[in-house]
């Protein structure tokens, strides 16, 4: 079955950085693309990043340009956001999403990313 492990969330001070990974399971990863979001508190989900399933193209919310980069590995069937220059704003849980050339999209548990002093 699909499987999406999000790692490396936790608690960071205005300015640091983060690594999350998403390791992935259960279907043909190379073939999808996949992507970053999150939601803080009371707020809608929102998109970060997103990666094609080559690599050839990213996309970026324009609140994480130049902070955030996205990639990913088809050998390991991983994909990685780095995240630098962290604000209180990023706060948020940050959740893993693959989805199919047909559509078909798969979400994982959730990682908790907490920018405090």
């Known amino acids: 079955q699909v499987q999406l492990v999000e790692s490396g969330g936790g608690l960071v001070q205005p300015g640091g950085s983060l690594r999350l990974s998403c390791a992935a399971s259960?279907?043909?990863?190379?073939?999808?693309?996949m992507s970053w979001y999150r939601q803080a508190p009371g707020k809608e989900r929102e998109l970060v990043a997103a990666?094609?399933?080559?690599?050839?193209?990213?996309n970026y919310a324009d609140s994480v340009k130049a902070r955030f980069t996205i990639s990913r590995d088809n050998v390991k069937n991983t994909v990685s956001l780095q995240m630098n220059s962290l604000k209180p704003e990023d706060t948020a849980v940050y959740y893993c999403?693959?989805?199919?050339?047909?559509?078909?999209?798969?979400w994982g548990q959730g990682t908790q990313v907490t920018v405090s002093s």
């Open positions: 990666i094609s399933s080559d690599s050839g193209t990213t």
């Open positions: 259960g279907f043909t990863f190379s073939s999808y693309t």
């Open positions: 999403k693959a989805r199919s050339p047909g559509g078909l999209g798969y």
